[in-house]
């Protein structure tokens, strides 16, 4: 009776080792499987962080041309408007590293005063009444993923491939008709 128990005993032990190494396995390999996704998790997550930076500073240069170009409406009396213009819109531009704003020189179309069609402000002439103002700016961004030295949009670009045809990421412009 004895050699019965004993092999069907054993047997069964045997088995609950062999499912206590398979549970431990299994824990293993759920780590294991996070340490592979982890890398694309994080450059996902870093992406996400400099695509909400970039349009931050895209929303920022935009409202920054519309307060210039809010001013440039509202300057026809001021000897100097679009110094008065560009000052504002660099005032305007918080959290941007003003010296690498580029600002466009304001342009004019209309015969609303003796301003007439392509005048620039360093051209001369005084805004008039029923003029349009266009003010324009740009900033560049850097979109380079960190570890990896991949830009997804350098600065010195050529035009081709996956190259910016532009020395910057950013612009914005806006027209006024000047009151």
């Known amino acids: 009776m004895r050699r019965f128990f004993r092999s069907d005993f054993r047997p069964v032990w045997g088995e ?6 398979r549970l ?4 293993g390999q759920s780590l294991y499987e996070f340490a592979l996704v982890l890398p694309l998790l994080s450059m996902l997550l870093v992406g996400i962080i400099f695509g909400g930076i970039t349009f931050y ?3 920022t240069l935009s409202n920054a041309v519309a307060v210039g170009a809010r001013t440039l409406a509202l300057s026809r009396g001021v000897s100097a408007p679009c110094t008065t ?3 504002a819109l660099t005032n305007a531009a918080v959290n941007l590293n ?3 704003i580029t600002i466009a020189t ?3 179309t209309g015969t609303g005063g003796s301003c007439c069609a392509g005048t620039t402000c360093a051209t001369g002439g ?3 009444m029923g003029d349009a103002g266009t ?3 740009t900033y560049p961004c850097n979109l380079t993923i960190p570890f990896t030295g991949i830009n997804l949009c350098p600065m010195k670009g050529t035009g081709t491939g996956t190259a910016c045809p532009y020395s910057y990421c950013i612009m914005s412009t806006t027209t006024v008709l000047i009151e």
Do not use: H, N
Request: aromatic share 8%; glycine share 4%.
């Open 16 to 21: 609950v080792r062999r499912a206590r190494v």
């Open 24 to 27: 431990s396995r299994k824990e």
């Open 57 to 59: 500073d895209y929303l």
């Open 85 to 87: 213009a560009q000052t």
């Open 98 to 100: 003003t010296s690498l």
């Open 106 to 108: 304001p342009t004019f």
């Open 126 to 128: 005084t805004l008039g």
């Open 135 to 137: 003010m324009s700016a």
